[in-house]
């Protein structure tokens, strides 16, 4: 294990909350001013908002600042909301925006080594250990196999970048053949494994038929990327015979959360306090929520970034905070939040791919179908395998004259609408088009006025039934 990833694991066991919340304290009022006096955007709508760098004074302070959102990312051009010149930004990571434009996250040299090791921490927590000594003394552990795609997209660069901290990764692009993939297990014998927890189930199932996966002796799976349910985590433990945790991340934070041993199926992470300023804010008035295990909209600062201000940064995401002070058997003190319950909006994940409301209005009325629609999604679970799939129904109103117009139209209408939300979501693409393991959306026509009729109040355009 790598020297600067030892050392953190150190500093988080010997550091008590009070004095990390001290120097989160410190740095938050140093980012705010920085990024006031180097972003001219940011600078607007702090100005807006009343409010000046001479107001902060402490993290207490943070409620007076605005709320940042991924449309303030997206807004072009796209370099306006940067706080660093662009010789100082090492690349740039890529994620679906909620208007169906891309964000293009800024990355420093400067922030890369705080992301790897926070990464490092939180999959070292969720159990990917490398090589270690047991309590009798001998040697156990070993490989990590990162099973992301490789490309703009933040999970593989942290993943890769993260685990190498932790002992030898195999650089494993979802992409590859099944065959590159087989030979790779089989050769390497990887002890860890890490995914998104769609892409697990599709795995298995292309994997399961040329080798078996369950006698490979995995240590752990981490699955990180998208939310998965209790019954999800059982399955996956039945199938490859190993234990699983739960990572949460995302390009804007990093790996921020995990479960250690110790909190593996309660419902609860830890989070990684020394970077991340956690708030949770009410649904309805967006006022911040100071009683723990009350539900709300996850807002974040991320003291470690500079290139742009994610500073009260809504994520969309439902959690709560733990109880304050509970120490945990890890020995690591970093406060408790829940796994993530929900979305307050549309936005939902299909296949590991976001897809925010906006980027389905839009292909819908390029498709041609317009606002008389209703999204379902579904997961469907194989009996004889355990293995699940997911799938998109688009419900859309239109009358028709014969059961043959119906299924040319929805055929049409299925086309136009998979290739609009194609080019407006690569990541949907990659999924749906390249790596094929989740169906394209399918439209159905049902007779105009059904479901404008079931629904009393505004209808709801997306349900997720997966859950
Ligand atoms: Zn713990």
Request: proline share 5%; aromatic share 10%; net charge negative.
């Amino acid at each position: 294990m790598d020297k600067l990833l030892l050392d953190e694991l150190d500093r988080l066991k010997n550091t008590d909350s009070k004095t990390i919340a001290e120097s989160q304290s410190q740095t938050f009022v140093g980012l705010v001013d920085f990024h006031y006096n180097n972003n001219a955007r940011y600078r607007r709508m702090m100005d807006l908002h009343g409010v000046s760098p001479k107001h902060i004074k402490s993290s207490s302070d943070i409620t007076r600042l605005p709320i940042v959102t991924s449309k303030d990312i997206t807004d072009d051009p796209i370099d306006e909301f940067h706080s660093v010149p662009e010789h100082e930004i090492a690349r740039f990571l890529q994620t679906s925006g909620s208007t169906g434009k891309c964000k293009r996250i800024p990355v420093t040299n400067q922030e890369k080594e705080g992301i790897f090791v926070q990464t490092a921490v939180m999959n070292f927590l969720a159990g990917v250990k490398g090589y270690y000594k047991t309590n009798g003394g001998d040697d156990a552990g070993g490989k990590i196999y990162s099973l992301f795609p490789c490309g703009p997209w933040p999970s593989q660069f942290f993943s890769l970048n993260a685990c190498s901290l932790i002992g030898p990764t195999v650089t494993a692009g979802i992409h590859l053949p099944f065959d590159w993939h087989v030979e790779e297990l089989l050769t390497m014998k990887p002890k860890y494994l890490i995914t998104y927890p769609s892409f697990l189930s599709f795995f298995w199932k292309k994997m399961s038929p040329k080798m078996d996966i369950s006698s490979l002796g995995l240590e752990r799976i981490v699955l990180a990327g998208e939310p998965f349910s209790e019954t999800d985590r059982k399955r996956y433990e039945r199938l490859f015979k190993t234990s699983v945790s739960d990572l949460y991340g995302c390009a804007e934070i990093y790996g921020a959360a995990s479960e250690c041993d110790h909190l593996r199926e309660s419902g609860w992470m830890h989070w990684y306090s020394p970077n991340l300023i956690m708030e949770v804010l009410d649904k309805e008035t967006l006022e911040p929520i100071d009683e723990p295990q009350k539900e709300g909209i996850m807002v974040v600062t991320n003291l470690l970034k500079r290139a742009i201000p994610i500073v009260r940064y809504r994520m969309g995401d439902l959690i709560s905070k733990g109880e304050p002070n509970g120490s945990c058997g890890c020995g690591l003190n970093l406060p408790l939040i829940s796994r993530i319950k929900g979305r307050y909006d549309d936005t939902f994940q299909y296949g590991g791919a976001n897809i925010y409301p906006d980027q389905i209005h839009s292909a819908a009325e390029l498709a041609g179908f317009e606002d008389k629609y209703q999204l379902t999604l579904t997961r469907k679970s194989d009996e004889n395998d355990g293995v699940f799939s997911d799938a998109m129904v688009i419900y859309v109103e239109k009358e028709v004259a014969n059961e043959r117009e119906k299924r040319e139209m929805e055929s049409a209408f299925s086309r136009k609408f998979n290739e609009a939300l194609s080019n407006s979501s690569l990541e949907y693409s990659q999924i749906v088009n390249i790596i094929e393991f989740c169906p394209p959306a399918q439209i159905e026509l049902v007779e105009p006025g059904r479901l404008f009729n079931e629904s009393k109040t505004k209808l709801k355009k997306i349900i997720d039934l997966r859950r």
